[in-house]
C-alpha cells in the first residue's frame, strides 16, 4: 500500500497562475483533509471531506477550491494564486473523523512568485 | 472556538538530557493526539489519550492527560539525536482535529 500519496512534490507558480494539487490515498478512508503549514504557525485546515463528493471550509479556506469526485482522490485548487499561498500543503486521511488518527502525504511545497 | 496551545515553540538540549512539551487547550478535550514531524518530512501518528489521567509510554517517550482534560505532556527520557523535529499535539474539533503550533526540539550530539 502506497498509503497517502501528494503530486506534485514541488511547484512553482508566478502570482495569478492556477494550479491543481492532487492527494490520493489507497486505504479506502472516508476523511479527507488539506493543510497549509507555515513557518511557526503549525498546521492550519484548509478544507476537509467527510465522504465522496462532500467538501468542508476548515480554518484558512480562502483562495481555494476542493473537490471529491472519487473517494480515494482529494483536489485542492488554486484559482488565482498569491504569494500568500507561498505554502507547504500536506494532505491527510482517517478511517473516521475527529477522533480517528490522520495519515499524511509527504507534502507539496508552493512557491508563489 | 477551541485553541490549542504548545509551549516552548523551540527546545535545544544536549544529547542525554530530558526534554518536556506542554500542550493546553482553551475547551475540554474528548481526547488528544500526538504527532510527530521530521525535518523535510510529514507529521506522523504517535499516540492518542482519551481518559483523564491517562499515562502511555512508548520507550522513552511519556505521554500524560490531565485531570480536567485541558491539557497534556510529552516527556521524552534521556533524549538520541533520532527525537530530532516538531511535536504536535491535536484535539478533536468537529470532525477534524485542531493542531497546536508544535515544539521544535533540536538535539545536539
Given at each position: 500500500n502506497a498509503g497517502v500519496t501528494q503530486t506534485p512534490k514541488f511547484r512553482v507558480l508566478k502570482t495569478g497562475q492556477s494550479m491543481t494539487l492532487l492527494c490520493a490515498q489507497?486505504?479506502?478512508?472516508?476523511y479527507m483533509y488539506w493543510y497549509r503549514q507555515d513557518p511557526g504557525m503549525g498546521l492550519r485546515l484548509i478544507h476537509y471531506s467527510v465522504g465522496e463528493g462532500t467538501t468542508a471550509k476548515g480554518e484558512v479556506p480562502d483562495g481555494y477550491n476542493v473537490s471529491r469526485?472519487?473517494?480515494q482522490n482529494f483536489l485542492l485548487g488554486l484559482e488565482s494564486a498569491a504569494p500568500s499561498q507561498t505554502s507547504v500543503y500536506f494532505c491527510a486521511s482517517s478511517?473516521?473523523?475527529?477522533?480517528e488518527t490522520q495519515y499524511f502525504g509527504p507534502g507539496t511545497r508552493l512557491l508563489v512568485l | 472556538g477551541q485553541q490549542v496551545m504548545q509551549i516552548p515553540q523551540y527546545q535545544h538540549v544536549q544529547e542525554g538530557e530530558d526534554f518536556t512539551t506542554y500542550c493546553n487547550s482553551s475547551t475540554t478535550l474528548s481526547n488528544i493526539q500526538w504527532y510527530k514531524q521530521r525535518p523535510g518530512g510529514h507529521p506522523v501518528f504517535l499516540i492518542q489519550l482519551v481518559k483523564s489521567g491517562e499515562v502511555k509510554k512508548q520507550k522513552r517517550l511519556t505521554f500524560q492527560f490531565g485531570e480536567a482534560k485541558k491539557n497534556s505532556s510529552l516527556h521524552i527520557t534521556a533524549?538520541?539525536?533520532?527525537?530530532v523535529g516538531t511535536y504536535f499535539c491535536a484535539g478533536v474539533s468537529g470532525y477534524a482535529l485542531n493542531f497546536g503550533k508544535g515544539t521544535s526540539l533540536l538535539v545536539t550530539p
Open positions: 489507497d486505504m479506502n478512508h472516508e469526485l472519487k473517494k478511517f473516521g473523523g475527529g477522533k | 533524549t538520541q539525536t533520532t527525537d
